[in-house]
């Protein structure tokens, strides 16, 4: 996971608050992918950002979740007035080619956790 | 919509003998597989991957299985270690989007 890094770690915030997670990718990557994981569950796929540009955000919820990746600075996930089930583990990542298999690969930062009361 | 599964949400093993992981997909269009490991409070690590043009890859202890016309993957890992003790999740891409099962935890007992 060394190389992309997620804040905060772990984040808590009462119901009708907002949450801000923030991901750098790995050095020299300019794209960025965020998933979620529910309780028990796998990971989601969420958006799919490029520097000034989303490029896929057919996982994110239509209200409250907006996600952005300035040109310079963090990739920001944003959660507007959190209820319960948004409690998840947010998890950014960048990518790179494998070289035996040709497939596009996934590096995960450790994740930010969210929980909300 | 459940495109991957992993059925068996536990696996135990003795030290020193094969893990097999099992995994099913429902979606024909996906291209590549791919299995990751995951410790607590760690993102999942990408671990090995295969094509849907081949039916086996193998990485050291770790060797993938594909079977197309079943539309069923496996992982074996062999011997298991005692650091294999974590959450594997297997997951299938479509481009640059990855699908994930819901994950299987190993217990690798000494």
């Known amino acids: 996971n060394a190389g992309v890094m997620q804040n905060p770690r772990h984040l808590v915030r009462r119901r009708g608050q907002e949450a801000r997670l923030r991901c750098s990718p790995m050095?020299?990557?300019?794209?960025v992918y965020w998933y979620r994981q529910l309780p028990e569950e796998g990971l989601k796929f969420m958006v799919y950002l490029q520097k000034e540009n989303i490029i896929d955000e057919s996982g994110m919820p239509k209200e409250r979740f907006s996600a952005e990746f300035p040109k310079e600075g963090p990739s920001i996930l944003r959660i507007q007035q959190v209820v319960r089930g948004d409690s998840a583990a947010y998890f950014c990542a960048s990518s790179f080619r494998d070289r035996l298999s040709g497939a596009n690969v996934l590096t995960f930062g450790a994740g930010s956790r969210l929980t909300v009361l | 919509d459940q495109q991957v599964k992993q059925n068996s949400p536990s696996l135990s093993v003795q030290e020193g003998r094969i893990s097999i992981l099992n995994c099913d997909y429902t979606n024909s269009m996906f291209d590549y597989f791919l299995w990751y490991k995951k410790y607590p409070a760690e993102g999942p690590t990408f671990l090995i991957s295969i094509s849907s043009i081949k039916d086996k890859n193998e990485d050291g202890r770790f060797t993938v299985f594909l079977n197309k016309s079943a539309k069923h993957l496996s992982l074996h890992i062999v011997p298991s270690q005692p650091g294999d003790s974590a959450v594997y999740f297997c997951?299938?891409?479509?481009?640059?989007?990855?699908?994930f099962g819901a994950g299987t935890t190993v217990t690798v007992r000494a």
């Open positions: 997951a299938a891409s479509v481009d640059y989007k990855l699908s």
């Open positions: 050095k020299g990557h300019s794209h």
